[in-house]
Structure formats: C-alpha cells, structure tokens
C-alpha cells in the first residue's frame, strides 16, 4: 500500500510540463498499482484510483466513474469533487459518448462538445476514458474534469489508459449478509 498519498496544491491551475506531468503520472500509478494489488473488488479498486488521482493533479477538478448498469445507460459511482449527475445515456455527453464509441475522448472545449452535459458549469474541459473487464467488455467510464480549457493531452490519455487496465479482472464482490 501507498505509504502517503500525493497531494497537489489544489489550485486549479495547470502549471504542469509535459515531464512533469508524466512523471507525476508515474508515481501515481505506482501508489496504485501497489494499492490495488490482491484486491479483487471493482468498487473498491475505482474509489481508490479516483482518491489518488484527484488528489494528485492540482488541474482535475472532478474525477469519478460512471459504472454501465444496462445497455445503454451510466450510473455514477466513486467520485472527488462537486456533485455529479446521475444517471447519463450512452446518448448523452461526453461519458456517453466514450461509452457508445468505446474509446477515450478528450475535449478541450466542454461548450463547444454536441451534447454535453452539464454537471457543474465550472468545467471548461474533459477526458473521459472506457473500463474494460477482462472479456473486453465496457464496465465504466474514468471522468476527470478541469475548469481549465484544454487542460488534458496525450500525456494524460496514454497514463490514464494505463492505469484503468488496471482494473481488468477485478469483480464487483456479492453481498454478504449474517
């Protein structure tokens, strides 16, 4: 398990090269990676990659997972910061959007998205990122938002990409009951 987790200053601003970047990316997912190892519950995986994530990029100003529940539908799940919406169709939005195509989707400009949805009007940009089960089947999306326009790249996508492999074979755990 991760001994601390990485906090950055929380000002909303970018100030972030793309080395720096990548190297933080890196030290996340391995506080991840070793936070994740042995735990099989799905649910328990998301909620701590959103922690640690949002906690580690002074940009992100909202990450979760909206978690598929039927055909064409996404419920929010773990989450970090403002209130998010519910329930979003494949539709819908930017997550919808990811989820129908099946593959990430950066925007650079919310407002200017066919679609979007807005959760909070502070959101200026998006990365939206599919979750794979270990049958290649979409489970979820990884939404992390920024009140700074343009704030997500290819630096972003490939460690996001990465770190949400992460959770391919993992189980959403039954319900035990005494």
């Known amino acids: 398990m991760a001994e601390h987790t990485l906090l950055a200053d929380k000002t909303g601003e970018l100030r972030m090269d793309a080395a720096a970047k990548a190297e933080r990316y890196g030290m996340v997912t391995e506080q991840i990676r070793a936070t994740l190892e042995g735990e099989r519950d799905l649910l ?3 909620a701590s990659i959103v922690c640690l ?3 580690a990029f002074p940009y992100y100003f909202w990450t979760g997972f909206y978690r ?4 064409r539908m996404l419920l929010v799940g773990p989450y970090q910061g403002t ?3 519910l329930w979003i169709p494949f539709e819908r939005g930017v997550c919808g959007a990811a989820a129908r195509e099946g593959k990430t989707i950066v925007v650079d400009d919310v407002n200017a998205f066919p679609g979007h949805i807005a959760c909070d009007s502070a959101t200026a940009s998006e990365i939206v990122v599919p979750v794979w089960d270990a049958a290649d089947r979409l489970i979820a999306v990884l ?3 920024s009140t700074i326009p343009a704030a997500f790249d290819e630096v972003d996508r490939e460690h996001l990409e990465a770190i949400v492999a992460l959770l391919r074979g993992k189980d959403a755990l039954p319900v035990v009951t005494a």
């Open 44 to 46: 328990a995986g998301m």
């Open 83 to 85: 209130m998010g919406c």
């Open 68 to 71: 598929r529940v039927s055909e």
């Open 143 to 145: 939404d992390v938002d």
């Open 53 to 55: 994530l949002h906690n």
